[in-house]
Each structure stands twice: as structure tokens, then as C-alpha cells.
């Protein structure tokens, strides 16, 4: 009887441990999932804060809020407090620095999709308003790392609507031929991560070493063959091509109030006269008009002339003479449409002489004769134009000592370009030379220049004072990395900020637990922004240390 009982306390007793350990397990479980729940929302405030700074960028283009490098307001901020210190939920908000090919460095902002090349753009990209050849678009990838001229154009090849195989591309047959078979796009890919049905593109060139997406070099990314993923153990990390390459880019063409800029290559030359001398003063719209109806002094320093250093030589030398300067009016047209409805108008009006359409003491009845195409021609130029019948030396109003200061606002003000987003230009501020050697015109020297002048320093502490400096690409003539018409001639390509960002948010508690990963894509090119993109990251881990995250 005793050893009964003595059996039946055992087993009581193991049943109660046993219910114990499901209880403390089932404790463990609900306090991970808390914590992940918390966590989670911490990553999602991440998104949203950095949708509300995209927002103000895009209410305030003139003075818009630093999003490059700011520790101070998107590292470790907390967002879900706690009695107990170690229970603070935090979010910290990172991207890679471009130019630390050693992936040692974070910094704490957001990266401007602009920084990379808009794949589907580059098939619609034109020099001075002709397309570019098949050769000069191939061109344009092979400064990315490991990139071929074969795989070159099979992307284009899988991209663009004909089914027309490029010297070195891959088109439906060789598509047809693969186990198992498919066909190429024929049109723009929804996402980067397609370019792997791109014959020839393989995961390590994509992606490269850094299996987690953090940026970071990590153990195991720097072991040759001893772990996942493979890589070459030197030391660097390789990003793939996920860092040059995006299907999101793109900047909004509209002042702060949403209404279009004034077109400084306005067909009709009263009305750009007359919104400029609104916007600006006389003299400004004066100067303006009479470079569109006579050009510069110096035609061969624009942003139209031959520049023999470029990429596009044979595009750009069509319509030159010998010297580099056009051959012909560059005013289209419609422009000369315009102006002689313009002359037409005052002849039916009863003139009893020939009629003329006068701004400023100059006849506006012959109309232009030659275009703007970056803002920059204006700067520190003369134009000769008739003005009260006597031929005058006009001065430009826009001198490069006093400019920099003024052009954010300036540039919100007038445009170059007649559509409200502008499509594929490159920020010089984010871009690595792989997706810089992408701009028609680029040097390797300068391409090298730009990335060594990053706005963080070399230890990673911030560098707001370049902030201010760097809303506009002018800072490459004031830094000395380019002169005036090297900047003319690459400013359509160029922007200092774009209206896509990519946000990587991670979300914590300080306690321990489970974090959370978050990547976002944000459309700033709309009013409210958006997010267009989202995607958990979670099970690739953390990827950033702790120590990392919070702030010092």
C-alpha cells in the first residue's frame, strides 16, 4: 500500500513539474510574442516618422529636413516607454555609407533611391533630346561591378518592347531554350530583385556578399568558402547590384505650393517674361528672355556643347560645328509658331507698321533661337540683344559668388523640364561611382571625387554643416570637383535629392527579445507621401550589433 501511494506522489509530482515547465514555457512564449508585438510597432513607427520627414521634404523642397546622417533623431528613439528601463521599446532607423567599401560604418538616415540608377529609365534616356544608341545604353551599366556587355544588354534586351536582339543580348529564342523556358518582359520590371530571370545575372551579382541586407560586413560574409554566402575573404564588402540599380526614381516637378514651375524654355516669350518679372525682378526676366531670343557670348560653355571627355561623343557632336558650337537655332518649331502668332496678333490688331511684341525695350516678335537646358547656362554669362533698338551687353543677375545660398529657392521657382515628375536624374549626394559612371558625361576622376566627399566623416559623426550646402549639385563647382560647364553639361542628369527613399527601420526592446526588420520604400513625389513598398526582414536576423542601435 505504501509503495503504491509513494508511485502515485511520483507521478503527481512529474505531472506538476511537467505542468509547470508547459506554464513557464507558455510564459516565455507570451512574453517573446509581447515583446515582438512591441518591437514590431517600434520598426513601424521607424517608417512612419521617416514618412513624415519625406512629407516635409516635399511641403518644403527649398529647405527640406536632413535625412542623410541624423543619429541624434532617428537612432534609438524611444517610442514605447516603460516602468522598468530595460522594457523601453526604441526604433533606430540606418542605411550603409556608400563610400566605406569596408562595410565597418552605418549611418542613421534614409537612401535616396535616386542614388541609384532607374533600370527602366535608362531605356528611355535622351542627350539633348535624342535617343541614345544601343551601344552608348550599354554603356551606361558597365561601370557597375562584375557587369558584362553580354548581360548589359540582355537586360535591356529583356526590358525594352521588341523582341530585336542587341549585339550582345538574349532575346525570346534563348529564353525559350532554358529548362524550364520563359520570355523576357518587354517591359519595365516591377522590382530589381526580376533581374534574375535576366539571362546571365546570378544571386552573387545581385546581391553580393551581404547575405542579411545590413550593409554591414559581417564573419560570416568575410570567410571565403567556410560559411554562407560565398565570398573572396578580402576584407570588403561587395553590395551587388541591388546598390546601383532601382525601379524607383523619380522627383517632383512642382513648387511648394503643387503648381508647375515657370518653363525657362516657355515657347511664348511674353509669358515667360512676364512670370518671371512676377516671380523675380525686370532685370532677372530681362536677362532671361534675351538669352532665349540671342544665347550666350559663349555658346561653346553650355550645357548643349561638346564635351570632350563624354561618354556620348558621337550623340553629342550631332547638330555641332568644328568648334562645338550648334549649327542651327535650337529653339523648336512651336517656339517660332508661337512667336509669329504672337506678330500675327498685333497685325490684325489695325498696326499700320510691321508689329512687334516689346519686353523690357527688346523685340520679342522673332522669337528664340536658343534653348536653356540646365539652369546653370544662366550663370555668369553675357548675352548681346538689341534693347531700344542700340545692341547691350546684358550681365547675368545669377553670379556664382553669391549663388549658393539662393538656388534652392531659385530652383524652386523655374525648371528646365515640361513634365511634373522628372525621371532617372542621379543623386551626387548618395550615388557610388558605379551608378555615377551611369551619368552621360562622367569621368572616372570625378565619379571618384564625389564619392570621397561624402557628408559624414570619416569616423561616422554627422556633418550638418554640409547639409545646407549640398540641396543643390552647384556644390560640385563650389567645392572645386567641377568647373561651370562640366556642371552645365551634367546637370540634367544630376539631382541633389530625389522623391523616392528607402527606409530601413529596426524596432526593439532594450531588454532582449525578438527584434523586428522592416524595409520601405517611400513616394515623396505625391502630397501626402506614401509607402509603395514594404517588406519584413526579420528572418534575416537583426543584422545591426546593439551596441550599434542605441545611441551613445
Sequence with gaps: MLLAVLVLVLLLTFGVYGFTERMLAEKAAANAHGISARSRACADSGVALALALVDEGTAFPAD????????????????????????????????????????????????????????????????RDQELTESQQRDLLMGLPGMTEAIADAIFDFIDEDDDLR?????????????????????????????????????????????????????????????????????????????YLTVHGGEPNLNADGEEKIDLNDGVLTDLFDALEEAFDTETAQFVVAYRLAGPLDPENSSDSLDPNADVDALLEEGLDEEGNPTVPTATEQEQVDAMAGALAGLIGGADEEATVTRAGMDLSGGATADIGSFYDLVDRDVDVEVDGELTTLISPFQSGALLDQLPTILQTVTTFDTEII???????????????????????????IDAARMIGADGEARP??????????????????????????DPFLTARGGFFRVRSIGYVEGGGPAVRVEAVIDGTTSPARVVEMRDLSDLGRGVPRAMLAAP
Excluded at 180 to 203: F, K, M, Y
Excluded at 210 to 231: I, M
Aim: charged letters at 20%; a negative charge; glycine letters at 12%.
Design 64 to 127: 527640406p529636413p536632413p535625412i542623410y546622417h541624423e543619429p541624434a533623431a532617428l537612432r534609438g528613439v524611444l517610442v514605447s516607454p516603460s516602468d522598468d528601463p530595460l522594457g523601453n521599446g526604441r526604433f533606430t532607423v540606418f542605411a550603409p555609407v556608400e563610400g566605406d567599401p569596408t562595410g565597418t560604418q552605418l549611418r542613421f538616415g534614409l537612401i535616396d533611391e535616386s542614388g541609384k540608377l532607374d533600370v527602366n529609365g535608362l531605356l528611355n534616356l535622351t542627350v
Design 167 to 243: 549585339e550582345f543580348g538574349a532575346e525570346f529564342e534563348d529564353y525559350a531554350a532554358l529548362n524550364p523556358p520563359r520570355s523576357p518582359r518587354n517591359g519595365p520590371i516591377d522590382s530589381v530583385d526580376e533581374l534574375l530571370l535576366v539571362q546571365g545575372v546570378t544571386p552573387a551579382l545581385l546581391y553580393g556578399e551581404d547575405a542579411n541586407r545590413n550593409g554591414l560586413l559581417d564573419p560570416g560574409e568575410n570567410d571565403g568558402e567556410a560559411t554562407y554566402p560565398p565570398d573572396n575573404g578580402d576584407g570588403l564588402l561587395d553590395v551587388g547590384w541591388t546598390a
Design 465 to 490: 554643416d554640409l547639409h545646407a550646402q549640398r540641396l543643390t549639385p552647384f556644390w560640385l563647382y563650389t567645392d572645386g570637383l567641377a568647373d561651370l560647364p562640366t556642371l552645365r553639361r551634367l
Design 423 to 449: 525621371r532617372g536624374r542621379v543623386n551626387v549626394n548618395q550615388a557610388r561611382v558605379g551608378a555615377l559612371l551611369g551619368v552621360p558625361g562622367m569621368t572616372q576622376g570625378l565619379a571618384e571625387s
